[in-house]
C-alpha cells in the first residue's frame, strides 16, 4: 500500500501541462463560441503588438503587451464604449500543435473568468 502511493504522487508530479505559447504570439486566428444559442466565429491577425479581429463583418484592432510568454493584455484601439475602454487579460492554460486553451476576463475582474479554445490557422 505504501509503495503504491509513493508511485501514484511519482507520476502525479510527473504529469506537466504543454504549454508551447511563443507559438502563438503571432499568425492567423479563429475563435468559435456561443452567443445567444448560436455559434459565432471570428477571425483574427496577430502581430508583434497588434491584433485584428474581424467579427461578423466588423473590423477591431487592439494592441497586445506580453506579460510573459504565456500571458497578455489586449487593449482596444478605438473603444466605443466604457466597457470597450477596459483591457482584456488572457492567460495560456495549455496548447496542441494548432490550437490553444485560454482563460479571459477583464483587467481586475478575478470573479468573471471564461474559458475558450483559439485554433490557429495560418
Given at each position: ?89 488572457i ?12 482563460e ?19
Open positions: 500500500m505504501r509503495y503504491s502511493i509513493i508511485i501514484f504522487l511519482f507520476f502525479v508530479s510527473c504529469y506537466s501541462v504543454e504549454r508551447d505559447c511563443l507559438a502563438f504570439h503571432q499568425g492567423t486566428f479563429e475563435f468559435t463560441t456561443i452567443v445567444n444559442n448560436e455559434m459565432k466565429t471570428s477571425y483574427f491577425l496577430r502581430t508583434a503588438n497588434l491584433e485584428i479581429e474581424t467579427y461578423e463583418g466588423v473590423i477591431d484592432s487592439a494592441a497586445i503587451r506580453w506579460v510573459n510568454d504565456c500571458e497578455c493584455i489586449l487593449t482596444k484601439l478605438n473603444p466605443t464604449s466604457n466597457q470597450d475602454k477596459r483591457p482584456v487579460q492567460k495560456i492554460l495549455s496548447t496542441e500543435k494548432n490550437a490553444y486553451v485560454f479571459y476576463s477583464m483587467v481586475g475582474d478575478t470573479k468573471n473568468k471564461q474559458r475558450g479554445t483559439i485554433k490557429k490557422i495560418k
